[in-house]
């Protein structure tokens, strides 16, 4: 936050920071291999098998990926050529790693099994990206609330937009806060900088805002475990975008009654 709410400097100030966020925001969801670049998504088997436009062969076993390039030029990992095959083992819902082949980068990612998806900076919707369509930040949407760690940060299983998929998350704990005369507790996953995130739906979810999920990140608490819950910096996942992500949904309770008109909206791709 940027000041006291109501005091007419601080709330031009406070505008002025969103929309220097969210030309940010924008800009990294307008990386030629970020999200939006996606244009496939394959399971892989457990044989080797080829994969349209895309050298060598990939497979995965019970522990890991493989990719063996057959020969194939130009293909690179980590900086250096592969000359030999490749073996990926990966965390479950964890980062991928990304194999480059000419001007597109194959991600290879473990969500279950493992897939691979090619991220293309040609792709049509990145070419077409215009933005994402935001409600008009307001002060009175950040909100102060307090966190509560769990005593043994618990593993904690939630669905996906893909049918039959699950993710595995650890949360620490739960962020509680008021909002129109009542409280309201989220489950709360590990975030970015010793922070938090929060996977939330509302009354706005598959009317002005997409209709799976929302997430918000929530700065470290103080030391007397205050946070700061700013929603006008809510924002989509991935699979709000592009259908080759893998996004999770929100665990169980995460629902708010109220609608939260604050952060982004339903992308202009699913309009």
């Not at 399971?43 to 522990?63: F, I, K, S």
């Not at 998929?165 to 008021?178: C, E, I, M, Q, S």
């Not at 819950?229 to 949904?249: E, I, S, W």
Request: charge should be negative; aromatic fraction near 10%; glycine fraction near 12%.
């Amino acid at each position: 936050m940027t000041g006291v709410v109501g005091d007419q400097v601080d709330v031009e100030r406070f505008v002025a920071d969103w929309e220097a966020w969210k030309e940010g925001r924008e800009r990294d969801l307008a990386d030629p291999y970020g999200w939006l670049a996606l244009v496939s998504l394959d399971w892989l088997e457990d044989a080797p098998r080829t994969y349209p436009g895309l050298p060598g062969a990939w497979w995965q076993d019970e522990e890991a990926a493989h990719f063996d390039p057959r020969g194939a030029e130009g293909v690179v990992h980590e900086g250096e050529p592969v000359t030999g095959p490749l073996r990926f083992a990966l965390v479950q819902s964890g980062p991928g790693v990304r194999v480059t082949v000419g001007g597109v980068e194959v991600e290879v990612a473990r969500r279950g099994g493992y897939l691979i998806r090619v991220h293309d900076p040609e792709a049509p919707a990145l070419k077409g990206f215009r933005g994402v369509p935001a409600y008009e930040p307001r002060p009175e949407w950040v909100l102060t609330g307090s966190y509560e760690p769990f005593d043994e940060p618990r593993p904690t299983t939630v669905g996906a937009v893909v049918e039959g998929l699950t993710h595995v998350y650890t949360a620490p704990g739960v962020v509680r806060f008021r909002h129109g005369g009542a409280e309201h507790a989220l489950t709360a996953f590990n975030g970015k900088d010793g922070g938090l995130s929060i996977l939330f739906t509302d009354a706005t979810s598959g009317v002005t805002t997409y209709a799976a999920n929302r997430s918000l990140a929530v700065p470290p608490p103080g030391e007397d475990g205050s946070v700061v819950l700013d929603f006008t910096r809510a924002v989509n996942l991935p699979c709000a975008f592009t259908d080759f992500a893998t996004c999770p949904l929100p665990p169980e309770g995460n629902r708010l009654p109220f609608a939260v008109e604050a952060g982004e909206k339903t992308p202009h791709e699913r309009s």
